[in-house]
């Protein structure tokens, strides 16, 4: 447990005293946002604000998960404060993801090409990451049979019938670019996504230690051992969580209204991805539909519009994504993302609550 607490105050302070520093390095170079035409006209404003900020919480949320090990252990050389194969997985599809959106946002930046990376080059490297995390996560069983992931669908544990490897792999590749997409498309006023994101992963640091303390591992010490859980590693994931919580955390001191860095696709598609691999590790692929609702909100936005338009030639929104919708309606920045985060409270509160009411009925 002290690994958790240890994991979230390192990745808190990392990213406060850190970004500033990543803010200075990269409006010396200029590497400073694009602002799309057609957007919101207050946004022009923002053009030139250094992005690629995704740098600082990636960099805070790996050191700090290390070095909450090498603390645990310096101060209890008993205990087994070691990394664990869920744990280096969802860490590194985290860094593959953000390694894709950092050359997306450089060929943008340095390269003068609105668009970044080809969309095929884009997709490749996503599948790459995705692949590999996927066919990785079905191996290393630990001394109960338990792989990092699972062939089964699961909604707050695993259920129905092994769909197999294959079609796992293609499940995990959805998840991951699903997320990805989600959070990219919530990425457009400050703050919006990274306090998003932080609930979300408060979430996750909950569901693991919970994972954890009803784990089938200690079913002889269990008073229900029918109501556990089969994750390989469920407190290591809280961990991770946990760091990601504290390097979001301190990073939305910058990127809050009126933001003084963006996270960019660096950000946005390691979020994504560290989202759907703490799902499929923990064993809550479809909660995680219902714990990031406003990705899958703002995702929905965009998807109606595209179909409406091409269907009817008419647009359900002002503007897609659905945020700017209300921004043209005349609410403030801040109102929309206030707002939305108190919508993204209420979608953790919802699945929080299917999840401990899935542990209670078992019970």
């Known amino acids: 447990m002290k690994q958790i607490l240890f994991a979230g105050v390192i990745g808190l302070f990392l990213t406060l005293v850190g970004t500033p520093l990543l803010i200075k390095l990269l409006a010396r170079k200029g590497y400073g946002q694009y602002i799309r035409d057609d957007g919101p006209r207050e946004h022009a404003s923002k053009r030139g604000t250094p992005t690629m900020g995704g740098i600082a919480f990636i960099f805070a949320t790996v050191a700090a998960y290390f070095l909450a090990k090498v603390i645990t252990s310096y101060l209890d050389p008993q205990a087994d404060a070691g990394p664990t194969f869920s744990g280096l ?123 954890f303390q009803e784990s089938c591992a200690n079913a002889l010490t269990l008073t229900n051992p029918g109501a556990c859980y089969e994750v390989r590693d469920p407190l290591d994931l809280a961990v991770v969580a946990s760091a990601l919580m504290g390097a979001c955390l301190g990073f939305l001191w910058w990127n809050t209204s009126p933001a003084k860095i963006f996270m960019g696709d660096t950000g946005s598609l390691a979020l994504g991805g560290v989202l759907a691999g703490l799902a499929i590790c923990s064993r809550t692929e479809l909660l995680m539909a219902i714990l990031g609702g406003l990705f899958v909100l703002i995702t929905m936005s965009v998807v109606i519009q595209v179909g409406s338009f091409r269907l009817t030639g008419k647009r359900v929104f002002r503007m897609a994504p659905l945020q700017h919708h209300f921004e043209l309606k005349g609410w403030s920045e801040v109102l929309v993302v206030v707002r939305f985060w108190i919508i993204q409270g209420i979608c953790v509160i919802v699945g929080l609550g299917l999840f401990y009411a899935g542990w209670a009925a078992d019970k």
């Open 89 to 211: 997985l969802v860490l590194g599809l985290m860094v593959g993801m953000g390694l894709v959106g950092f050359l997306d946002d450089y060929i943008k930046i340095v390269k003068r090409r609105s668009l970044g990376l080809r969309a095929k080059a884009k997709m490749a490297g996503q599948l790459i990451v995705g692949i590999g995390f996927a066919v990785l996560s079905l191996q290393f069983a630990d001394n109960r049979g338990n792989t990092p992931a699972s062939t089964k669908l699961s909604f707050i544990t695993d259920f129905g019938w092994s769909i197999g490897p294959v079609l796992f792999v293609i499940w995990a590749l959805f998840m991951i670019l699903a997320m990805s997409n989600g959070v990219n498309l919530t990425d457009g006023l400050d703050g919006l996504a990274t306090g998003a994101s932080v609930l979300v992963f408060g979430a996750y640091t909950f569901i693991g230690v919970w994972q």
